[in-house]
Each structure stands twice: as structure tokens, then as C-alpha cells.
């Protein structure tokens, strides 16, 4: 399998988790919270899916085109150790939906993120509402939902927030 | 459509595209051109593909993930308008396939650098040799070729080599 062909099933993977969690969170009343916004792709998909919802969206950094930037009340910028523990202020409510894409090309790395970020993703998130993480979280109360058709075991992690 | 749809969109119609284009150099002979390395999918398709061809890549600069970097002696780093003028040299013979990747978000500086490329990559290619670009080529001398299945008019474009 060549990098592109890597490329075009975790895009599809992605798509397939943030529509198959739309559908899931259809009766959860909150906001969407999109972990690490980078180019906006998936914030794109995420207000297109779901336009009656407010989205905020956290980031160290604006890398987003331009038509992909929430406006200032709903975009937090800084470390996620700065704006994560003060999150649940700044979004009012518990999130029905957090879509978590923080992985990087470093393995140690991530899980030492997805360590630190387990119970705070769960913290943020009302119950019944549904968490996508890219990587696997680690010792929370909340439980694995079965991934869409089509999307590798691994490549995304789907859990309901009890 | 979404950002995000839009992507997968684009990065399957490319490997349709490149999937289509090494079927039909078959019986040509020559190496291959990618033009624009960028993250280096595509050339990692392409040698995935094509793994008897020679390849070599032209860019300004290397933001290939370090797995994707052909050898130094199949690298051509720098302007276009700097390299591409002895790329015949460089290369050893006609190319069988030449690969262009080379639009950017702005569509008045796309079509100006498509102006110039279009008879400088005929000039590469061999006779019967397929050119893959992603922009519009003008006043050359090669044959449009149909597109492959799936992929929508204008997002690429294929033409054999007179």
C-alpha cells in the first residue's frame, strides 16, 4: 500500500467516524469540540454535518485555510495543557460530540499526549455524548462503540461518554 | 461537499489517474517524471506502480517525509524554470510518464506557470508517453486522452505524447 493509497483510507476512515458519531449523537443535546483543528478539513465536514451546532474548535496555532477558521468565540488557541482544563467554561457544556485528531508521526509521543488527554477528553464530554480519537485512550469511564463499516480496528478509536 | 469530502475526492481521482496512466506506458519505454514532490505520495505510488522505471523528481525544495526522498542522483532540486530547461539531460531519455503536480490555491498563478510548463513538458516526454497534470496544458502538440472512470472533467488532466 503506497502513502497515497494510506492517505485515501484514513481520510475515508475519518469521514466515516465523524458521519457514523453524527447519527449516534442525533438526541444528545451540547456543542462539538474539534481537537486540533490543522488545515480544517475535518471542522469543514463536522459544520456541514451538524450546521445547527456551535463548534469549538482548540489549537496551538491557526495552520487552517482561511474559510476553515471558527470565528474568535468558538476558536481556543494555546497548548492544550493551557485551554483544555479550563474548557468545559468556555464551551458552556458538556460536549455532545469531541473529535480528538492530535497523532503526530511519533509514536512515544502520542500515547504520552493520548495519556495526559484520556480523562480530560471524558471531563469535557456530557454523558451519552460520543468521543473520536485518532489515538487510543487510556483508563477512562467511557465505553468502546464499535467502529462504521469500512474503517480499520486501530486507525480510529470510538467511545461513549457515560 | 465538504472540505474534507473534497480531499478524498481529489486524492482518488490523482491515483486513478496514475493508476490509469502506468497501464498505458506499458510498452513504452522511458522513466518517469513527477513533477512537484511535495509530500511525496504520489511519488511513492508511482514507484509502488512502477518499480522497474526509473523516476526522478522535481522541486523546489524537499517537504517529503524522509521515506519518500528518491536518491540524490534522481532528485532535481530548484526552480522549474531553472531545472526544467536541461531536464532532458538529466533524465537520460524521453519520459514514458511525467507526472505534474504543480497547482497551487491561486488559479491566475496556476494558469500563468501551466502556460509555461505545458510545451516544456511535451519537450520531456517521449513520443506516445502520457502526461498526468492537474492543470489545464495549452498549445502543445499531444493528444487529450480520456479520463479514467470516476474522475470528474477539469480536476485532471492526461495527454499522449505525438
Redesign the interface.
Known sequence: ?????S??RR??A??AC?DHAARLIETVPGPVVELGLG????Y??L???LPAREIFAFDRQIDA?P??VPDARHLVLGDFKDTLPTALRRIGAGAALVHADTGTGESQRNAKLAAWLSPRLVAITTAGGVIISDQELVGIKAAPLPLPKGVAAGRYFLYRAG
Open positions: 500500500m503506497s502513502r497515497l493509497d492517505a485515501i481520510l475515508e475519518q469521514r465523524l488545515n480544517g478539513r475535518s469543514d465536514h459544520r456541514t454535518l485555510h474559510d476553515c
